[in-house]
């Protein structure tokens, strides 16, 4: 969720499987949610994003599905791929100003051959 | 694919001394700006900029804290007396409009002694 940590969640899978990301947020006014890839010194790069009158939206390998009821926010990235190793965070838009995203802790993904 | 850019990479300084990060957002785009990342911890919003002004700051963006936009590309953050604390990951970004997508730089590693 939103809390702040020194040490990452970590999923491990190997190549070809499918991967699922979870992150929770508290603040039910977010109307703007976002994934964000972050690999080793580099900066955070848009993956999907998706607003609050959807439960689900696709793009490519990767899927975003929002359950409003239990503020819970996946990540799914199907057939994962050496290259997909990054950390992983999700961001809300803040409520009020909209002008500034919140982001969550964040999770490694490690993909092994 | 336009990219936001960001000068230096790295940069070292004493503590109390000044520095000025520097950025270049996508062209086009009218809203920016930054966050930090402490080392191994989430992404934390500094503060936004519209139409040559402040539109929303955090707590972090203390009076050591400014942002300029001295020409029609660059964005500066300059921190005025810096601190052990300041020692962070800074990234700046942009957007098009004031929803969108968020583009960020490569970032701004300081390193305070």
């Known amino acids: 969720g939103e809390s702040v940590g020194l040490h990452l969640p970590t999923l491990s899978v190997q190549e070809g499987d499918n991967s699922i990301i979870n992150c929770a947020y508290s603040n039910s006014a977010s109307d703007y949610f976002i994934w964000y890839k972050q690999e080793s010194g580099k900066g955070p790069q848009f993956i999907i994003d998706?607003?609050?009158?959807?439960d689900k939206r696709q793009g490519q390998r990767v899927t975003v599905l929002l359950n409003k009821t239990v503020k819970h926010l996946s990540l799914q990235i199907a057939a994962t791929q050496p290259g997909d190793s990054a950390v992983y965070f999700c961001?809300?838009?803040?409520?009020?100003?909209?002008?500034?995203?919140?982001f969550g802790t964040g999770t490694r993904l490690l993909v092994s051959p | 694919e336009p990219e936001v850019t960001q000068t230096p990479s790295h940069q070292v300084t004493q503590m109390g001394q000044e520095v000025i990060l520097r950025c270049v957002p996508i062209?086009?785009?009218?809203?920016f700006y930054w966050y930090r990342q402490i080392l191994g911890q989430k992404v934390e919003f500094l503060v936004s900029?519209?139409?040559?002004?402040?539109?929303?700051k955090s707590e972090i963006f203390d009076d050591q804290f400014s942002v300029e936009r001295p020409d029609g590309s660059n964005f500066t953050l300059k921190i005025r007396s810096t601190k052990l604390e300041d020692s962070a990951m800074y990234f700046c970004a942009s957007k098009q409009g004031s929803t969108g997508e968020l583009f960020f730089g490569e970032g701004s590693r300081l390193t305070v002694l």
């Open positions: 062209s086009n785009h009218l809203y």
């Open positions: 900029f519209y139409n040559n002004e402040i539109s929303e």
């Open positions: 961001a809300r838009e803040a409520y009020p100003g909209f002008q500034k995203l919140v």
């Open positions: 998706i607003r609050s009158n959807m």
